[in-house]
Each structure stands twice: as structure tokens, then as C-alpha cells.
């Protein structure tokens, strides 16, 4: 099946630093991408919705000016989680879209911010 | 707002049964569903797709159905194994929008 990476796997930052996450599409392009974030038992919200070329579309109640969205090329995205704070630890996960429908998701980044 | 739910929180049945589980929706059908397993400290992988026009799909011992009416899928695992002990995903894409609503997820445990 498609593949999608996300780099880093995990990340431990200090509170108030950036950080950037990585989202490519190895064996495809997607001129759509999607992030998501998943707190523990719970199930995944999507943050946004990242088109290439274009600016992003944030869903509700996500702050675009802290979590900056880059689609510059067809097989990559980028989420910058920008003064970062102890709340925003999480596990982001990116997808991206097939033709046929078929969303294929990222393996995800572990994020803790201290 | 569209709502999706997941049978259970939890299901443990015995190795070898099949393992159904539900996904219901409210409100007015998707354009096609989807059936996603997501392992502790992983992304979804995606397993099977359905769309509104079809009523069953098959892949190996997975099985999903799709009733528009009673607007539910359902998703079986035949003669099931520990190693398909996850949490299951149903999800569903609408045609106005390209983006995936997720239900909360059935955690599946399988016993020896």
C-alpha cells in the first residue's frame, strides 16, 4: 500500500521553543494532506486540512498562528508547533488521500514539550 | 452535527470466533466509509473502503458491510487471531468535503 513517513518519530522540547514536525508522501503525490492530534483513549481530531500550494484550512477552535501549516511540494507537508506549551504534548499524525478515496496516515510523532 | 458511534468501547471474545464490530451514523449518508486498525503509540492503517452505492466488501478475513438505510456498517473478522487485537476505526468521507469524521474507536481483544 501507499506509504507516508512523519519525521521525527518523537521529539521532547522546553516550553516556549518550536517545534517542526515532517509529513512525506513516499510512493505517491498528494496535493492534499491532512494533521491530525490524538490524546490517550481518545479518538483522532483533525487540526487541519493541507493543500499544496495554498494556504491551510484550519478546523475549529485550532490556532493557525500556532500550529503553521507548509504544503510546498506534492509529497510534503510540515507542521510547525510554535511556542510550545506543556498542553500541546501530544501525538500528531498526518494522511494523505489517494485518487480512490483512500486515506493513508502517517505512523505519527510523539511530542512532549517540558 | 453529524455523529458517529462505535458499538463498544471494549470487545473480547475468544480466538477463532468472528468479531463484529458497529459503526452508526446520524444524519445523512457519507460517500464512502472507512475501516482503519490503529495499534498503542501508532498511526491508523488503513484496511478497507466502502462506498455508499456498494453493500459489502471483502479482504481476506475482514469483511465489512455498509446499510444506508439503517445507517450502520459493520465489520467482521473471521476466525480471529491474538495478533488482531487493536483498536478499530470506522470513519466516514462525505462528497462535499474531503475530510474524515472518525468514530471513537473499538478496542478489540482477542483470547487464546
Known amino acids: 500500500g501507499a506509504v507516508v513517513s512523519q519525521h521525527p518519530s518523537r521529539v521532547i522540547c522546553k516550553s516556549g521553543t518550536s517545534v517542526k514536525i515532517e509529513c512525506r508522501s513516499l510512493d505517491f503525490q498528494a496535493t492534499t494532506m491532512f494533521w491530525y492530534r490524538q490524546f490517550p483513549k481518545q479518538s483522532l481530531m483533525l487540526m487541519a486540512t493541507s493543500n499544496e500550494g495554498s494556504k491551510a484550512t484550519y478546523e475549529q477552535g485550532v490556532e493557525k498562528d500556532k500550529f503553521l501549516i507548509n504544503h510546498a511540494s506534492l509529497t510534503l507537508s510540515t507542521l510547525t508547533v510554535t511556542s510550545a506549551h506543556p498542553e500541546d504534548s501530544s501525538f500528531y499524525i498526518c494522511s494523505a488521500t489517494l485518487p480512490g478515496g483512500e486515506q493513508y496516515f502517517g505512523p505519527g510523532t510523539r511530542l512532549t514539550v517540558t | 452535527s453529524q455523529k458517529i458511534e462505535q458499538n463498544s468501547e471494549a470487545l473480547n471474545i475468544q480466538e477463532g470466533k468472528t468479531a463484529t464490530l458497529t459503526c452508526n451514523y446520524t444524519?445523512?449518508?457519507?460517500?464512502?466509509l472507512q475501516w482503519y486498525r490503529q495499534d498503542p503509540g501508532r498511526g491508523p492503517v488503513f484496511l478497507l473502503l466502502?462506498?455508499?452505492?456498494?453493500k459489502e466488501k471483502r479482504k481476506e478475513r475482514l469483511k465489512v458491510t455498509f446499510d444506508t438505510t439503517l445507517k450502520q456498517s459493520l465489520f467482521h473478522i473471521t476466525a480471529s487471531q491474538p495478533a488482531d487485537s487493536a483498536t478499530y476505526l470506522c470513519?466516514?468521507?462525505?462528497?462535499?468535503?474531503?475530510?474524515?469524521?472518525f468514530g471513537s474507536g473499538t478496542r478489540l481483544s482477542i483470547r487464546p
Open positions: 470513519a466516514l468521507v462525505y462528497s462535499s468535503a474531503s475530510k474524515i469524521i
Open positions: 444524519n445523512y449518508s457519507p460517500a464512502y
Open positions: 466502502i462506498r455508499e452505492n456498494e
